[in-house]
């Protein structure tokens, strides 16, 4: 059993680190771990968590609260989960010398650039959430570890038809076919380009709405129902404001005839894992993560046009086409009108992939490496004073 400070984004409004983090830190718990998180973006909001979740508003009062824990429970080690930048700003700081550092991030684009491979071997361990971020950490020689984000089943799961159809209703999109998207509202996820290719696709095929679960309003990001209005869609545009509780967001993707994500990169894309294990035919770019987990006939892949270099860790950013992924929607539109066959079986892929999956193997995972870099404290690369600033 390992003491454990685990320290991440838990806005409540809904994230991919939070839900990673709930998950792992409630099995944790449950192998007989003790667990206090750090809760970035966490407002002390009512939760039923098995661990201790303690709020921070902001980084200073992150490492505030480390120094305080250090002190008063000494935990074994820390577990951080953060994009790579923030593992930079993290390491750099002296308040974590001598405690074992394991990180959890994802890699959204390519290449692994030298800076940011120093930066992971200093870590302790390495753990990155899709086999796509894994081998770029191999081809520059970091030892990272493939955590494989699960999927609960028994939450994501596939509506009946009864239910399909009272979500329907409850939402008003009945009578249409329904494209969903469930994404925030910043430029990686690239909405302007999926409410191009939905203006598009309604062109011919007018009984559809294109459904959105997003931030509306942000300091920076698309003013997403007037650029809908300037397409011609405003009427056939419904958008969901992220935050609403779990049987409500369920209640969206059950009401959904397709899904797609036209991200320029992705890390992990867990709204696509979600729609698959629900039963959603799915349609996203050809790159990252999204290409990773619609392989093999799991999904529709859409070509990208050009790609460009991000400030974002120098990495890619991959366009995809509007005109290839209008006309992949209007296939899938077909296929799922006529019944084909073929529609079936790639849902039966993807549910198969979904269903291997399971929080277990990452959580055991995640024990083994726990136990194997903190059996002593005394022991290992731990004392090594860190400096990457």
């Not at 206090?36 to 966490?42: H, P, V």
């Not at 750099?92 to 994802?106: A, D, E, H, M, S």
């Not at 300091?219 to 545009?237: K, M, Q």
Request: charged share 25%; aromatic share 10%; with cysteine.
């Amino acid at each position: 059993m390992k003491k454990i400070l685990w320290i991440s984004h838990f806005d409540q409004k809904g994230s991919g680190y939070q839900s990673i983090s709930v998950e792992m830190c409630n099995r944790l718990v449950e192998m007989g771990h003790q667990v206090k998180a750090l809760g970035f973006e966490y407002r002390g909001e009512p939760q039923d968590y098995k661990f201790s979740l303690i709020p921070a508003a902001d980084f200073s009062a992150i490492f505030a609260e480390v120094h305080n824990i250090r002190d008063l429970w000494q935990p074994d080690l820390a577990i951080v989960a953060f994009d790579v930048p923030l593992h930079k700003f993290m390491l750099g700081r002296q308040v974590f010398t001598g405690l074992k550092y394991v990180g959890i991030f994802p890699l959204e684009s390519d290449p692994l650039i030298l800076p940011y491979a120093m930066l992971l071997s200093m870590m302790d361990v390495a753990c990155v959430i899709s086999r796509f971020g894994t081998e770029e950490c191999k081809k520059f020689g970091v030892k990272a570890h493939y955590l494989e984000v699960g999927i609960d089943l028994e939450k994501w799961r596939q509506p009946s038809a009864i239910e399909r159809d009272e979500s329907r209703t409850a939402l008003g999109v009945a009578d249409t076919f329904n494209v969903l998207t469930v994404a925030d509202n910043q430029e990686r996820k690239n909405l302007s380009r999926a409410l191009e290719i939905f203006a598009d696709f309604h062109k011919t095929h007018p009984k559809s709405k294109y459904m959105l679960v997003t931030r509306e309003k942000l300091s920076v990001g698309w003013d997403l129902r007037d650029y809908a209005r300037v397409l011609g869609i405003g009427d056939s545009f419904c958008l969901f404001e992220r935050g609403m509780d779990f049987p409500a967001l369920w209640a969206i993707y059950a009401a959904a005839d397709a899904f797609l994500l036209t991200s320029k990169a992705e890390g992990a894309a867990m709204p696509l894992l979600e729609a698959m294990a629900i039963g959603l035919p799915c349609v996203g770019t050809d790159c990252t993560a999204i290409a990773e987990h619609l392989a093999d006939g799991r999904g529709y892949l859409v070509p990208w046009e050009f790609s460009t270099i991000d400030p974002f860790m120098n990495g890619n950013r991959y366009f995809v086409s509007r005109t290839e992924g209008a006309k992949i929607l209007g296939e899938v539109y077909q296929m799922i009108m006529s019944k084909d066959s073929s529609l079936e079986e790639t849902k039966q892929r993807a549910f198969k992939y979904i269903e291997g999956r399971r929080w277990d193997n990452a959580v055991s995972l995640l024990d083994k490496l726990v136990t194997e870099i903190a059996p002593d404290l005394a022991v290992g690369n731990g004392d090594i004073k860190r400096d990457v600033a």
